[in-house]
């Protein structure tokens, strides 16, 4: 299992050079990844950084760790923007981008409807589901063409590609035991499950790999990214959990933080060092 860091870029954290400062912590201090939230606007407001800005940011000072947004709702993001995006930074970062997506939804800072943009929930997986087949397409670098009902490209071509390949990894975002966003996770490179109301847990996760794994079609490496907190866990009772989550079939362990977290909270949590498990 691997670790990393996970905190939006909120409040005392919506600070670029901050974010790429305890990036470079991060790596130093020998943890795997560091992800930071996409969000466009906050309710009630509180200052918020553009995550492909923080993360191009966050590359230049790193050169070992996995970074990404976790996750980008693809339904507010034109996926052709992403694509440049994306393969810019994956660009810059030699490789180590990875691009969690999900439907997203208006509940809780009201993105969609305060900008204009849909709010249907079945409106939105279908732009997700689109959307990631016009990503996907342009990040091939030959010559690309889509007609659906939410987007169009004609014979667009997009250079460079990114450096990963067959393409940058993606990761999938969706609330178990919904089947859905757990079936189109299945056709990518991860599943980020969470469930309503706390975190989910390893009989949880459990469910969704078994679920899962019935729907894959592929033997590729497929990762399951579990977002926690066991920083302040005496280490026995850390250990202990971890390994619950490790048994359960997660292969990245996010410590998460919130909006009230401060830069001095992270730091603290990073020098710790990821768990030993």
């Known amino acids: 299992m691997r670790y990393a860091l996970n905190l939006p870029p909120f409040g005392a954290l919506a600070d670029v050079r901050t974010l790429a400062e305890l ?44 970074l990404g947004a976790l996750v980008t709702p693809l339904g507010r993001r034109r996926p052709s923007k992403l694509a440049r995006e994306t393969a810019t930074l994956d660009q810059l970062s030699r490789g180590r981008l990875i691009v969690g997506v999900g439907s997203g939804s208006d509940q809780w800072y009201h993105e969609y409807s305060a900008l204009g943009e849909p709010t249907d929930a079945k409106t939105l997986a279908a732009m997700l589901d689109e959307g990631l087949d016009v990503l996907t397409g342009l990040w091939r670098g030959e010559p690309f063409s889509h007609a659906g009902p939410h987007y169009t490209v004609n014979h667009a071509r997009f250079l460079p590609t990114p450096v990963q390949t067959p393409r940058i990894p993606i990761w999938v975002g969706g609330q178990w035991p919904n089947k859905s966003p757990m079936r189109r996770a299945a056709r990518w490179d991860g599943v980020c499950p969470g469930v309503e109301g706390g975190f989910i847990q390893p009989e949880q996760v459990r469910e969704v790999v078994a679920y ?66």
């Open 212 to 277: 899962i794994q019935r729907q894959r079609t592929s033997d590729a490496p497929f990762d399951v990214v579990v977002t926690g907190y066991v920083g302040e866990m005496p280490p026995a009772e850390a250990e202990a959990r971890l390994r619950s989550y490790a048994d359960a079939g997660v292969t990245w362990w996010q410590e998460g933080f919130w909006w009230s977290d401060t830069p001095d909270d992270v730091h603290k949590r990073i020098q710790q060092g990821p768990p030993a498990v």
């Open 23 to 66: 990036a470079n912590a991060a790596e130093d201090a020998g943890w795997d990844g560091f992800f930071i939230w996409d969000h466009i606007q906050t309710e009630p407001s509180m200052p918020v950084v553009d995550p492909w800005v923080a993360l191009a940011a966050m590359a230049m000072t790193t050169e070992r760790i996995r």
